[in-house]
């Protein structure tokens, strides 16, 4: 009886495949079931997260799934119709393929946020830019996963990539600001010549970033409107950034007349360091009689403010130029003026 043919398959190969499949179904979910749980206890034991990725990638294969791999596994015992056993190989390859796809695009972006942590960033500004590199990872993976199945399925792949590539240089070429400044927004995730928060002069503009897009960036600029600048124009420009601004290096001249006693010559670096040091948030570096000038002796001194607040930068500079005011008066010194004496002969010598 088990001899007998049903289907061009006898008996006995049906229950052989039918043993095989509960027996393939029964040990790949138990032998799921324990790796998982032994990934998870270990992973509650250790300080990295990538146990936990990969426990989630395993969480992410469901039992449909399952069944349909083992599904096939256990038909290799039967002699099945053409149509039926190639159907089953496509929904195999695609069901596998697409579960690929998607465990990939997980694994892809645990890197890209585990790139940003371990710089020390990941606020909303990268955010933004991670969900953007992750989009384009994800069209990627979904059309390379669509071409290894239509590639399995027996089209012809090449004449599709060459259509493909004509249309993708017909696209660029009319996209072409649009991919130059995605390209631009990808550089400066990468390169990050500024971040969002930062003060930033580039050429006649000056601002505050707002926000980094995908095509422009927006500046708040110092008179309240907002400046949206093409990323392209940012990444070839030269960019003036006062993020890492520490201390601001202030250079001042001035000059007295000639007619200034030499004591009180010699006295003004003194002034100056005085009215430098009396200032909270000044830190003096030099003061010189720099040269003889057409309205008298040329003054040249230079300080430090130690705080970039461009407010507080104002205000100690203000300070030092009353401080140094109330120090010249009470000295009797004034300060030169544009002038120009000229000397007339007249026909007798005089």
Same mark, same amino acid.
């Given at each position: ?144 996963? %669509? ?139 030099? %003061? ?63």
């Amino acid at each position: 009886m088990l001899g007998r043919a049903f289907l061009d398959n006898p008996l006995n190969r049906y229950f052989l495949a039918l043993a095989a499949f509960l027996a393939l179904f029964w040990g790949f979910g138990l032998a799921r079931k324990l790796v998982v749980s032994r990934l998870r206890a270990l992973a509650l034991r250790t300080q990295t997260d990538l146990d936990d990725l990969l426990v989630d990638l395993l969480e992410m294969v469901r039992t449909p799934e399952c069944v349909l791999v083992v599904l096939w596994a256990a038909t290799r015992y039967l002699r099945l119709p053409g149509r039926l056993d190639g159907l089953l190989h496509a929904l195999l390859l695609v069901v596998l393929t697409y579960r690929a796809v998607t465990m990939l695009r997980v694994a892809a972006d645990y890197l890209v946020r585990k790139l940003l942590i371990s710089k020390g960033r990941f606020s909303q500004a990268e955010q933004g830019m991670a969900r953007t590199i992750s989009y384009l990872i994800s069209g990627l993976l979904w059309v390379t996963g %669509a071409l290894f199945v239509l590639s399995n399925l027996g089209f012809n792949v090449t004449s599709m990539l060459a259509g493909l590539g004509i249309g993708g240089v017909a696209v660029a070429l009319a996209a072409q600001a649009v991919l130059g400044d995605l390209f631009s927004a990808l550089a400066i995730y990468l390169d990050q010549p500024f971040v969002v928060g930062d003060f930033i002069v580039v050429g006649d503009m000056m601002g505050t970033v707002e926000h980094i897009g995908i095509k422009t960036t927006r500046v708040r600029a110092l008179s309240g409107e907002m400046l949206i600048v093409a990323n392209s124009r940012l990444t070839s420009a030269q960019i003036q950034n006062f993020r890492q601004l520490q201390e601001r290096r202030i250079v001042i001249g001035f000059s007295v007349p000639y007619r200034t006693p030499a004591e009180q010559v010699k006295n003004i670096p003194q002034l100056v360091r005085a009215a430098v040091a009396a200032a909270p948030k000044a830190r003096f570096d030099r %003061a010189h009689l720099k040269s003889f000038e057409e309205a008298g002796f040329a003054f040249e001194a230079v300080y430090f403010v130690t705080d970039p607040d461009y407010g507080i930068y104002m205000d100690t500079n203000q300070a030092i130029h009353l401080a140094l005011l109330d120090a010249f008066r009470r000295e009797g010194i004034s300060f030169a003026l544009p002038s120009r004496v000229v000397f007339q002969q007249s026909g007798d010598g005089a």
